[in-house]
């Protein structure tokens, strides 16, 4: 829970519930956040779903080697953990009755930020158009039932190929876990690259890697370096020059290098290249963090105004990537993370150019991970897209549109960085691999947008 947010502390006090719950007032939970050596989840985990259950029977195991208590009964007196239902065998619209029939009773025994993970299938790779509506049917429900969930329970949708579901259990994973704390109502799509995850371990991800994060001097970007750091990775961290004294906080805290650069200088690329080549040995993921705004009415936005936002946020990466993603640049099997923003989904007011810069990251995205060369050389690339993070940004925001901001959403509160840096850690792991062109909201399930 975030310092600053005195009603989710106060209504989570004996006086407080009472009061919220008799004025019918929103009642967010502390979230339960990763630390390692914490269990997956908290209580045993329903499995069920429709026909054979393909995914299962492939994540079962999985499952079970990460510490994950299974059962298809639920028990008569604990509340359960989570639940994982299996739709990828659904052909028509009327399966979805398991789906229902498993899940209506069993969202009643779910405990405290307790998890539901639904797997299905693409159904832009449906044969037919009941299979096609079967499937598209899952998203519906799965974002429905995230907003029924209460006491910090979460939702979400993993859609996977056909003989490819055992790609999906670090998916599967993330979403059981707390790491996923602050991700509620999202679709992450599962590609059928191979997947060996027999020698990562779960408390290390990261281990051999080396990873740069741009903009990690101050909030997001720190976190996420810590975030990587935690998990094995050797940190280079990126920031401009006025910036420097606390990047090389920031960097000595990690144990990695700092290196001080404006990301839009035409070389920035090229020098983050040089700088994990020369100190690390290499690259293997890149965070694009940094960015700015320059909030105005569009009406009121000057052409400098307008064109430094989208020169940060989105051009810089360009001109970065044409070093750092060719073929002597960043190693085979990569991970490129980009942040883009719930801005660049549903737009804001006075934002208009942060907007534009956010949505031509998701741009980003859909084009690198087409790319038939990077495909080639196992490189993803994914973005994230926060929604109200409690940052310094957002405390400056006068008190009633904040309080706005962290109620609208299925979660009722706003976000810590470390869900952000969580969900990216998420994404530079080898267990992605099968992973990319995904744009994940960290919002909370927010009400604004798709």
Same mark, same amino acid.
């Given at each position: 829970?975030?310092?600053s ?9 004996g006086?407080?519930?009472r009061?919220?719950t008799?004025?019918?007032l ?7 956040r990763?630390?390692?050596g ?6 045993q985990?329903?499995?069920?779903g429709?026909?054979?259950t393909?995914?299962v029977?492939?994540?079962r ?10 059962t ?11 639940v ?10 009327a399966d979805?009755e398991?789906?229902r029939?498993?899940l209506a ?6 405990g ?19 299979q096609?509506a079967?499937?598209r ?5 799965t ?6 969930l209460r ?6 949708l993993v859609l996977?190929?056909d ?15 707390a790491r996923?704390?602050?991700?509620d109502?999202?679709v ?10 027999? @020698?990562?371990s779960?408390e ?9 994060v741009t ?5 997001i970007?720190a976190?996420?370096?810590r975030?990587?750091a935690?998990?094995?990775a ?11 004294a ?5 960097a000595?805290?990690?144990g990695?290098t ?11 690329g ?5 700088h994990?080549?020369?100190r ?6 890149v965070?694009h ?5 320059r909030?105005k009415?569009?009406a009121?936005?000057?052409a400098?105004?307008?064109g430094?936002?989208?020169q940060?946020?989105?051009?810089s ?9 060719a ?5 085979d ?8 923003s719930?801005a ?31 495909r ?5 690339v ?8 409690e ?5 400056r925001?006068p ?19 470390v869900?952000? @840096? ?11 691999s ?10 909370g ?6």
């Open positions: 829970m975030a310092r947010d005195r009603y989710t502390a106060f209504v989570n006090t006086v407080g519930a009061l919220a008799s004025l019918g929103p009642r967010p939970v502390p979230l339960r990763y630390t390692p914490q269990p997956v989840t908290e209580g985990v329903l499995v069920g429709h026909g054979d393909p995914a029977t492939a994540l195991g999985g499952l079970t080697a990460a510490g994950v208590s299974l298809e009964t639920p028990p008569e007196q604990e509340r359960l953990g989570g994982v239902l299996d739709l990828t065998a659904a052909e028509t619209p979805l398991s789906l029939a498993t009773p069993a969202l009643r025994r779910l405290r930020c307790a998890r539901v993970v639904v797997v299905g299938r693409d159904p832009r790779g449906a044969g037919s158009p009941a096609r079967a499937r049917a899952l998203e519906g429900v974002r429905s039932v995230a907003k029924e006491e910090g329970a979460t939702a979400n996977t190929g003989g490819h579901e055992a790609a999906a259990l670090g998916t599967v994973l993330f979403f059981l876990s996923s704390a602050y991700v109502g999202q992450v799509r599962v590609g059928d690259a191979e997947v060996d995850t027999a @020698a990562e779960p290390g991800p990261l281990t051999g890697k080396v990873a740069v903009g990690a001097a101050r909030g970007g976190d996420i370096a975030t990587l935690r998990d094995g050797t940190l280079v961290c990126v920031d401009v020059p006025a910036a420097g606390q990047l090389a906080q920031v000595n805290e990690v990695g700092a290196l001080q650069l404006d990301v839009t200088s035409e070389d920035a090229a020098r983050i290249l040089d994990a080549r020369t690390h040995g290499g690259l293997d993921v965070v963090n940094a960015g700015i705004t909030d009415l569009l009121n936005t000057d400098d105004r307008w430094s936002v989208l940060v946020n989105l051009l990466i360009l001109r970065m990537n044409e070093a750092l993603l073929k002597d640049g960043l190693r099997g990569g991970r490129v993370v980009l942040v883009s719930i660049g989904i549903a737009g804001n007011r006075g934002q208009s150019s942060y907007a534009a810069s956010k949505a031509g990251v998701i741009g980003l995205v859909d084009g690198y991970s087409c790319d038939p060369g990077l080639r050389r196992g490189v993803t994914n973005a994230v897209a926060p929604g109200f993070i940052t310094e940004m957002t405390a925001i008190l009633a549109t904040r309080e706005v901001g962290r109620r609208l959403s299925s979660l009722a509160q706003g976000g810590l960085p869900d952000v @840096a969580e969900t990216i850690a998420y994404f530079a792991a080898d267990a992605q099968a992973v990319s062109g995904n744009v994940l909201r960290v919002c399930q927010s009400l604004l947008g798709a």
